[in-house]
């Protein structure tokens, strides 16, 4: 029996549409779906904080006893929490009454004001400081100059004189930073402090010199953003315990006193930014517990020292900006010791690169055979170096998109292939079939 033509057809063309698209499934490529970059982490945003009113140092005390009424108005003018003062501030353990020993003034308003009387009640306080408190200044009472052992004025107090810081005799320590002092020299300030042992008065326009004979007893000396000038005396090299010296951002000139080095304890030593000359005193070895050293952006010369490398404890070198010549006498290990260390600003300074190197960027040149900076190489044009990265750049997007068409090429022309072979399969399927049917 002859099955019917049109059954044929029917069937031929369901065979046809059937390969077509199993072929087309198995050429194509599933998309994946791309998820978007992940987001650099941001940091937090900082809190804002509340400015705080005057407030004393909050200290603990066991002493049940009431404060002075005195001293309670004299807080309450200060807008300061009087009630229960000594279960909060460090108070004395005199009786009936206990009265303050510590007062810490920190961003004051515009409304506050010291009162003779409130200075006066406060006469038995040890310790006063002023933080950010541009009040205007007033005349302390002669009690409370004399029973004061530390002065902290730190933004504060609009402007200060000579004579008014000099009635503190008693002083240990003294903090006197970004105010306006009126003196004509520091020995006016500090010359009958003979109880000092840290003074800091920065930043205070201070005129004059440095002076001749301070108190041996100072362990903290900082008169660094002043006007200072002169020479560095040699007496400052007899005090003994003498620990943090920072004279830096002054005109000072002349050389660093040799006897330096007999200042054993020292720790930190900043003399940068003064027109100081000669070279580092070889003294300086002695220096053993030395951590932080500043010479930057003086006059200095000659070439820098070795022993440098023989303070095990130095962790800041800074010598940049000097007129040091010569070798660099230091090996990768002595550098990467270093968590700071400038050397940039010394233009007849280099390194020995085969002990060194150009990696660190030290700021100088490598040294020739001779012991001299080699001259830098020629720098390159920029545009020619822009047409070359636009060019690199648009090899890479070139390179890109043929890679792409690359990938995508050969799942087309299986599917042309397929489809073609089909075509002939079923060409040929049909004609036999045709065939038989007519005959």
């Known amino acids: 029996m002859r099955p019917p033509l049109p059954f044929l057809f029917l069937l031929l063309i369901l065979l046809t549409t059937a390969t077509i698209t199993t072929v087309t499934s198995s050429g194509t490529t599933k ?12 940091s937090s945003p900082t809190p804002r904080t509340r400015t705080p009113t005057p407030t004393p140092t909050p200290v603990a005390s066991s002493h049940p006893s009431p ?11 200060l807008n300061i929490p009087s009630k229960n003062a000594c279960s909060l501030y460090k108070c004395d353990s005199s009786k009936p009454f206990s009265h303050l020993l510590s007062l810490r003034l920190s961003n004051c308003s515009d409304d506050i004001s010291l009162s003779s009387t409130a200075l006066k009640s406060l006469s038995t306080l040890q310790n006063l400081s002023f933080f950010n408190c541009p009040i205007a200044p007033i005349h302390f009472p002669n009690d409370l100059s004399l029973s004061l052992l530390s002065f ?55 005129t004059g010199y440095i002076p001749k004979h301070l108190h041996s007893n100072l362990t903290h000396v900082d008169f660094s953003g002043n006007q200072l000038k002169g020479k560095i005396p040699t007496s400052i090299t007899l005090l003994e315990n003498l620990q943090h010296l920072n004279l830096s951002s002054n005109g000072l000139n002349g ?52 022993f440098f490398s023989d303070l095990k404890r130095l962790r800041y070198l800074n010598l940049q900006n000097n007129n040091f010549h010569g070798v660099l006498p230091f090996n990768a290990s002595i550098v990467e010791k270093l968590q700071v260390f400038k050397v940039g600003g010394n233009t007849n300074l280099c390194y020995n690169h085969t002990v060194l190197s150009s990696k660190l960027k030290l700021g100088i040149a490598p040294c020739d055979k001779h012991g001299l900076p080699m001259s830098p190489p020629p720098a390159k044009d920029n545009s020619s170096d822009d047409s070359e990265n636009d060019s690199s750049d648009d090899d890479d997007s070139d390179d890109d998109s043929s890679q792409k068409e690359h990938h995508h090429g050969p799942n087309k022309v299986v599917l042309g292939l397929a489809i073609g072979l089909s075509s002939i399969v079923f060409l040929i399927v049909f004609v036999v079939l045709l065939s038989k049917w007519c005959g």
Do not use: W
């Not at 402007?159 to 009126?182: A, E, I, Q, Y």
């Not at 003064?274 to 000659?302: C, I, K, R």
């Open 31 to 42: 998309p994946t779906k791309t998820l978007p970059p992940a987001s650099a982490p941001t």
């Open 67 to 77: 404060l002075d009424p005195k001293q309670i108005r004299a807080l309450q003018s």
């Open 152 to 206: 902290s004025c730190i933004h504060s107090l609009h402007h200060l004189s000579g004579v008014f810081l000099s009635r503190f005799v008693n002083l240990t320590d003294l903090t006197v930073t970004n105010v306006p002092v009126n003196a004509s020299g520091l020995y006016v300030i500090i010359g009958n402090m003979h109880k000092l042992r840290s003074v800091t008065i920065s930043n205070a326009n201070v």
């Open 255 to 306: 050389e660093i006193p040799s006897s330096v080095g007999d200042l054993i304890a020292l720790k930190n030593v900043s003399l940068a930014s003064n027109s100081l000359s000669g070279s580092v005193p070889e003294s300086m070895a002695s220096l053993t517990d030395m951590v932080h050293l500043d010479l930057s952006s003086n006059q200095l010369n000659g070439t820098i020292p070795r």
